[in-house]
């Protein structure tokens, strides 16, 4: 059996930037991957996995290419209830993953911001969460996977068996071939609750205080900045420190968004003077309420997801998210170029989030997260100004070192991807010959 492939024109990553025409299959089952990408090998055609569209930018893009949406694969296959392993498959959604895992007193060992992921885009660009220091990236907690590869068929990839390309899967974009299934470990919790310590900072030293004074006590810890001030303020913010509690029992969250945004917002809803005020209000609203406080684990770990296409807030020409990671050692005089630069282009961020990377080393060869600091930002498309911000921020990163992240990412330059992951040509060697996105075509230009 092979797929049927149809014209669309409603993909689009989550920052809505792109809008691009593709064609789609939507496998049910596994079987019908293998021939499809031979064919698609044998015709010279392009094609990507594609999961539950959630990356910001066009790694999962390719257009007038292919895709294989693999959300119709998500059943679970295997569970091993003595070691906490679960086999499923890569389509099945965090969420999904989430609610099975609950119940049983056990949580993926790391999530990111979202539940709305689907296994396969977890594992391709090797997410991290709150618990970086502690947990490592989601990959860390992937024993084994299997691979489907155009020139190879299917392959049962670890550290142990195909070690080289299992390097390669965790964190590889999708282009080392269609993760079909992969085994998850999951982690012993004590309860659905975080009890969590809200703790207001007024600038960047104090940050960096707070971040390495915490880790040791903390699983999780993460910073939101208010990014509009400067002078002795610049980079004040509420700084969360949280470990799972032991009491509250094992409910787990309800798939229901509280609400969902009908339409794109006007473009002139976000502007630097609503920008300025949501900042002062968001600061001074958890200033008051700092202290200690229990959450369940969709408030703590997902807040976004409270809102259903919060995205389309941006306006109909999307934004731009911005993730980098710059080594320590040079890590609070970068960051504090960065917040200069956006304060003075008055382009503004409402979510800026700061933490500390842990030294864990990754599995994947083209993981992101690094031993330093994490900046991550967005920015309402506003065609040349934005682009002009993004460019002078490249430059602090590149001088400083570090690396942007292609989840978060749609118009790196090739220079700043091959200088930031130095790794890329012996990954490149072990992409499928078939797949390709257009984030890979512009980094290898
Ligand atoms: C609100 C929000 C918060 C977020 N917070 C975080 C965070 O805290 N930390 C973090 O690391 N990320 C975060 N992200 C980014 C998100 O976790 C990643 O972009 C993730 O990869 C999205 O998964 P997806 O299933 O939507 O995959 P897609 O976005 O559809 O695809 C992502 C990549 O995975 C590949 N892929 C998908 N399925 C497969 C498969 N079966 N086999 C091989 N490759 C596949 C695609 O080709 C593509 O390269 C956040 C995103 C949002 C929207």
């Known amino acids: ?93 965090l969420s999904t993953l989430i609610r099975f895992a609950i119940p049983r007193g056990l949580f993926p060992a790391t999530v990111p911001g979202t539940r709305h992921i689907t296994i396969g885009g977890a594992i391709a660009h090797d997410v991290h969460g709150k618990n970086h220091h502690a947990a490592g990236t989601f990959g860390t907690h992937v024993p084994r996977l299997s691979l489907l590869r155009s020139d190879r068929g299917r392959l049962a990839v670890s550290a142990a068996q195909e070690g080289e390309l299992h390097a390669a899967t965790i964190g590889g974009m999708g282009l080392t071939g269609i993760i079909a299934d992969a085994e998850i470990a999951l982690a012993g919790v004590p309860s659905a609750y975080i009890d969590c310590d809200f703790v207001p900072f007024g600038n960047l030293a104090q940050f960096f205080a707070l971040a390495d004074e915490s880790a040791a006590r903390f699983e999780h810890t993460v910073a939101w900045v208010d990014c509009t001030k400067t002078g002795d303020a610049l980079g004040r913010g509420i700084f969360q420190r949280a470990n799972w509690s032991a009491e509250g029992g094992y409910t787990p969250h309800r798939d229901q968004t509280r609400f969902s945004l009908p339409f794109d917002a006007p473009g002139f809803a976000l502007n630097s003077w609503t920008l300025r005020l949501f900042n002062e209000a968001y600061y001074a609203f958890n200033r008051r309420k700092a202290g200690s406080r229990r959450m369940h684990y969709s408030a703590f770990f997902f807040p976004l997801d409270a809102i259903g296409q919060w995205n389309r807030l941006y306006g109909a020409r999307g934004f731009y998210q911005y993730q980098c990671a710059v080594p320590m050692a040079v890590g609070e005089p970068a960051i504090r170029s960065m917040l200069e630069a956006i304060a003075d282009s008055g382009e503004g961020s409402f979510l800026a989030v700061l933490k500390t990377f842990g030294t864990r080393p990754s599995p994947g060869m083209m993981s992101f997260p690094r031993p330093g600091v994490t900046l991550a930002l967005d920015f309402r498309n506003r065609g040349a100004a934005t682009l002009a911000l993004l460019a002078r921020l490249d430059e602090i990163v590149a001088a400083a070192g570090g690396r942007l992240y292609a989840a978060k990412d749609g118009r790196m330059p090739a220079g700043l991807f091959k200088a930031g992951y130095p790794e890329w040509p012996r990954f490149a060697a072990l992409c499928d010959p078939s797949l390709s996105s257009s984030f890979w075509r512009r980094v290898m230009a």
Request: proline share 4%; no cysteine.
């Open 1 to 93: 059996m092979t797929l049927t492939f149809t014209r669309s024109d409603q993909i689009r990553s989550w920052g809505r930037v792109v809008h691009a025409s593709h064609l789609v299959a939507r496998p049910p089952f596994r079987d019908a991957i293998d021939a499809s990408l031979a064919l698609a090998r044998e015709n010279g055609q392009a094609v990507m996995p594609y999961g539950a569209g959630r990356s910001y930018g066009d790694s999962a893009l390719n257009p007038d290419g292919a895709l294989i949406d693999m959300r119709g694969l998500d059943r679970f296959i295997a569970f091993d209830a003595e070691r906490g392993i679960v086999r499923v498959e890569a389509g099945l959604s």
